[in-house]
């Protein structure tokens, strides 16, 4: 939670799924559906930095449908939620159909409010804010 126009900037790249680009030891970056972070040793990072080529210690391509899961899951956690017309066109699946169980449960429970194609957490939806998000994950 924060106060209104005092949100953290470098924490609203995650939270609106931007694209990111860490450098250095276990700094991890993610550019359109791919995810890795550096090694985790300083050994390793400084002796593989001179050839240019830093070992990863993870690498994970996700898959369209993981992906829109992902941004469902932070979208929601924020006070401004998200456009599932939106989303559905950057992962060319129709994110209204593949969630219509999960959306009507929460809206019918008064969790979730939708005005057109936005969706957000209500005041009561942001304490179960976790639990809730998990629905949208593979």
């Known amino acids: 939670f924060a106060l209104r126009n005092k949100q953290c900037q470098h ?22 559906g791919v995810r890795w972070t550096n090694t985790l040793a300083l050994n390793d990072y400084l002796t593989s930095a001179s050839s240019r080529r830093v070992p990863l210690e993870i690498f994970e391509e996700l898959p369209p449908r993981a992906a829109l899961g992902e941004e469902m899951m932070l ?10 017309d939106l989303v559905s066109e950057k992962y060319g699946l129709d994110a209204k159909s593949i969630f219509s169980k999960e959306l009507r449960e929460f809206e019918r429970l008064k969790l979730l409010s939708r005005h057109g194609p936005k969706i957000k957490l209500t005041r009561q939806g ?7 998000c998990a629905e949208f994950l593979e």
């Open 126 to 132: 942001f304490f179960l804010a976790d639990s809730l």
């Open 75 to 84: 979208g929601l956690r924020t006070d401004k939620g998200l456009d599932l």
């Open 11 to 32: 924490n609203q790249k995650y939270w609106s799924n931007s694209a990111t680009l860490g450098f250095g030891v276990s700094a991890s970056s993610y550019i359109g």
